[in-house]
Structures are given as structure tokens and as C-alpha cells.
């Protein structure tokens, strides 16, 4: 079974301790998924698939079991709107909750998602950019212990319109161990061209944390780190069409 109190450590009834270990498959694990594909507008259709492992499974469960379908509606409406001020359902509000992991899926079409104007394309990436580390303040006097022990994966595939060939702006792929022994953060950005000749950017976030005390004097790395993951350069996404000689 799952239990909030993975990798924590349990006194066993013989007396030893014992670091509790949930078996991969239900470990809490955040994963989701985006694919946006855009036209020469602007325009896109976003398609978003949300999977819930571990503890998260038997809340989600509930929620839409219990939901009536008039909350349904205006949750989905909720949902759809999150994504852009101009987006649009474009799919009912699929959910599957007797199934392992639990998953949501949606579609919605949201216009000008891309600013689009002189051969060129730029796109705010969504969902990829965001702080890793929990903090509420700028400076930090005392010890400071992040309860972490999650893992989030988040793939990003957007696909551009016909014509859009180069990028001279995207994401790098990176890798980063965090201080401290809290994890590490794997950034992978790959681009390919479809049968179509439409150019598509595949980018694959994988975040493993786990718990411990910061001091002080490590408070402003931890800041550091987030700042760099919050950077527009994580989030930015240019693509031009070639200038014909």
C-alpha cells in the first residue's frame, strides 16, 4: 500500500529502527503532461493528462466520485480557465478513478497562447518553470528542515506550426544536483521534425527531493537554486520561419 510517512524513520516492534519504504509503484509521484500544438495564429490546442500516485490517489477518488455533476461542469470550467484567459473547452473532463494510478485528461483551445507576428513565434512554455524548494522569505537566522520525499515528472510537447524551422531561443538541457544531499533536477530538451515537416520540442522535467535540514548558511543557495529555476530562460521559447534568399 502507499503511506505519508515514506522514507521516514519507525521504531519496529524488535526494537530497531527502520526507515519505512513504500514500494515504488505507490510512492507519492506527481506526473503530467502537456501538449500543445500551435497554428499560424497563435492559436493552440492544449491537451493536459494529470496521473496521481501513492497518497494523492484515494483524495482524487473521492473528490469525483462524490462530485455532482453540476460541480463537475463548473469545476472543468475552472480547470480549463487556469490555463489561459482565452481558452475554451474543447473535450469533456475525463477521469478514471478505479483504475492505478488515478488519471485526469482535458483539451482546450485558447487563441493568441502564442504572440505570432513577422515570421516569428514566442511562446511562454507552461508548467516547466517553477522554485523547487519551499521558501517564504529572503534571509533565514535559523535551521531550516524541508520535509520533501517527493518525485514530479512533467512532459512538455509543443508542436509549431508548418514553416517554423528555426529556434534560435529554447531551453537548454541541464542537469543539477541539489545542495545538500536534496535531490537533483534533470531538464531534457529534444526537438524533431514530424513526417510533416513540423517541427516539435519535447521537454521532459524530472524533480527527485528528499527531506533535511538546511543551515543557515545554505539558505541563500537554496534561493540561488530557485532563482535559476524560475528564470525566463527555462520558460522561453522563439521559433522563426527562414527568410527565403
Request: charged share 25%; aromatic share 8%; proline share 7%.
Amino acid at each position: 500500500g502507499t503511506s505519508a510517512a515514506d522514507a521516514a524513520p519507525a521504531l519496529a516492534l524488535d526494537g530497531r529502527i527502520r526507515t519505512i519504504a513504500v514500494a515504488p509503484a505507490f510512492r507519492d509521484t506527481a506526473k503530467n503532461a502537456w501538449s500543445v500544438e500551435l497554428d499560424a495564429s497563435g492559436t493552440a490546442r492544449i491537451t493536459v493528462t494529470n496521473w496521481f500516485f501513492g497518497t494523492q490517489a484515494g483524495p482524487f477518488r473521492k473528490q469525483y466520485q462524490e462530485m455532482l455533476p453540476e460541480d463537475r461542469r463548473r469545476h472543468h470550467l475552472e480547470l480549463v480557465g487556469a490555463i489561459a484567459k482565452s481558452a475554451e473547452p474543447a473535450s469533456e473532463l475525463i477521469t478514471e478513478t478505479a483504475s492505478y494510478p488515478c488519471v485526469r485528461s482535458y483539451t482546450v483551445t485558447a487563441k493568441k497562447y502564442a504572440s505570432v507576428g513577422k515570421g516569428t513565434l514566442t511562446l511562454v512554455i507552461p508548467e516547466v518553470a517553477g522554485a523547487i524548494f519551499p521558501l517564504r522569505a529572503d534571509t533565514r537566522e535559523n535551521p531550516l528542515f524541508l520535509g520533501l520525499n517527493d518525485t514530479s515528472e512533467l512532459v512538455c510537447r509543443i508542436t509549431l506550426p508548418t514553416g517554423y524551422t528555426r529556434l534560435p531561443l529554447v531551453p537548454e538541457s541541464k542537469r543539477w544536483t541539489l545542495p545538500n544531499g536534496f535531490g537533483t533536477v534533470d531538464y531534457d530538451v529534444q526537438t524533431a521534425t514530424r513526417a510533416d515537416g513540423r517541427v516539435e520540442v519535447c521537454i521532459t522535467r524530472r524533480i527527485v527531493r528528499y527531506s533535511g535540514e538546511a543551515a543557515p548558511e545554505l539558505y541563500p543557495a537554496l534561493l540561488e537554486y530557485n532563482r535559476r529555476f524560475t528564470h525566463s530562460s527555462m520558460r522561453m521559447l522563439v521559433a522563426e520561419k527562414p527568410v527565403s534568399p
